[in-house]
Structures are given as structure tokens and as C-alpha cells.
T-cell receptor
Framework: DTGVSQDPRHKITKRGQNVTFRCDPI?????LYWYRQTLGQGPEFLTY????????KSRLLSDRFSAERPKGSFSTLEIQRTEQGDSAMYLC????????????FGPGTRLTVL | LAKITQPISMDSYEGQEVNITCSHN???????ITWYQQFPSQGPRFIIQ???TKVTNEVASLFIPADRKSSTLSLPRVSLSDTAVYYC????????????FGTGTKLQVIP
């Protein structure tokens, strides 16, 4: 399967713990995006990378969230000191070329904060 | 930010044409309109994108009137496998952080 993969698919954690998610994009794609989706809502943009450079971050992204793409391939999203409001599906997508080109989404990581 | 509204849900019989309209009244001049399809427990999947007038591909058509304040996704002859949530997305060229997804339209195809 050469699509976008995410790991883990599900994560349950206690409030206050740190969590890290991984995304492996389609190999030749230079852009990588992170979104958050809560039940019944559309995806909400968090941040995106062009190669290893983080080009944009949502103003809604708190300081507890950080993302990296160290070698321009896979990316990690870390949430520190999780809160119950962080419970959501975290989606990763990748694209080739500009950010307005077709994005290919992974299956998501569902986070539940108890 | 563009404010996007879509019908919450629609029902259609198999074989019928379905039109889903998205309202984006304050779309900016350079914003693109994109539609995605999402099945439960999966990430969204790209359907079609346009800027103005009409765009057609192998699965759908997208109609955008001259004022661009709305757009209509047209799915010809739907089947049961088209049951999904459909999202309208406005992607601004002036900064991707301003990208806005609609709340989605849940389409139920009935046999």
C-alpha cells in the first residue's frame, strides 16, 4: 500500500500525559498537512510542511502542540499535557506541488483523553 | 475566513442524480473550491476542484456561478457506495491557514 499511513490508529491517554503521532506520506509528496476533526465537524487545519520546513500554523494551535518533519519524509505531531478537549481524530495528508493540489489523506489517529 | 454552509443531510435513491450545494458568501477573489468525500473511520478523499464555471471529471461535476458565492457538486447516477459525508472546502491562495471546510453533508443513498 503506497498511500498515507498513520500510527497509531487509536490512542487512549489520561489527561496531562504527552502523546506523539506519526504520519508517513506518499513518498514523492513534498507537502504534508495535519488536521484535527471532531465528531460531526469538518477537518480543521493545524499546520503544514513543504519538505522539512513548517510553512504555516493555525492560529488555533496552542503551544502544547508541536509538529516536525525532520528529513522531509515522515512527520510527528506531539501534544503535551493533553486535555479532554484534545479528544479528536488527527488526520494527516500529503500532496505534490502547491497546497491547493489534491491532498491524499491517511486514515487518521483517534485520540481519546480521559 | 470564508463562512461555509451546506445542508446537513440528503437522501437519494440509487440511480438518481444528486446535487449538493455549498454556500460561501464571503469567498475571496483567489479562493479555490474543492469537494471531498469521507467514509466513516477514513480520511477524506478528493473529488473535484474548481475556480469558476463548470468542471467535470470521471466521477462528478462542479458548477460555480459567476458570483462564486455558491457551488454545486453533482453526482450522476448514485449508487449505495456513494453513501458518505461530502465536504465543501474553500482554499485561499492568500495563506493556507485560512482554509475552511464546511460542516459536511451526509448523503444517504437508498436502494
Amino acid at each position: 500500500d503506497t498511500g498515507v499511513s498513520q500510527d497509531p490508529r487509536h490512542k487512549i491517554t489520561k489527561r496531562g500525559q504527552n502523546v506523539t503521532f506519526r504520519c508517513d506520506p506518499i513518498s514523492e509528496h513534498n507537502r504534508l498537512y495535519w488536521y484535527r476533526q471532531t465528531l460531526g465537524q469538518g477537518p480543521e487545519f493545524l499546520t503544514y510542511f513543504q519538505n522539512e520546513a513548517q510553512l504555516e500554523k493555525s492560529r488555533l494551535l496552542s503551544d502544547r502542540f508541536s509538529a516536525e518533519r525532520p528529513k522531509g519524509s515522515f512527520s510527528t505531531l506531539e501534544i503535551q499535557r493533553t486535555e479532554q478537549g484534545d479528544s479528536a481524530m488527527y488526520l494527516c495528508a500529503s500532496s505534490l506541488g502547491g497546497p491547493y493540489n489534491e491532498q491524499f489523506f491517511g486514515p487518521g489517529t483517534r485520540l481519546t483523553v480521559l | 475566513l470564508a463562512k461555509i454552509t451546506q445542508p446537513i443531510s440528503m437522501d437519494s435513491y440509487e440511480g438518481q442524480e444528486v446535487n449538493i450545494t455549498c454556500s460561501h458568501n464571503n469567498i475571496a477573489t483567489n479562493d479555490y473550491i474543492t469537494w471531498y468525500q469521507q467514509f466513516p473511520s477514513q480520511g477524506p478523499r478528493f473529488i473535484i476542484q474548481g475556480y469558476k464555471t463548470k468542471v467535470t471529471n470521471e466521477v462528478a461535476s462542479l458548477f460555480i456561478p459567476a458570483d462564486r458565492k455558491s457551488s454545486t457538486l453533482s453526482l450522476p447516477r448514485v449508487s449505495l457506495s456513494d453513501t458518505a459525508v461530502y465536504y465543501c472546502l474553500v482554499a485561499p491562495t492568500g495563506g493556507y491557514q485560512k482554509v475552511t471546510f464546511g460542516t459536511g453533508t451526509k448523503l444517504q443513498v437508498i436502494p
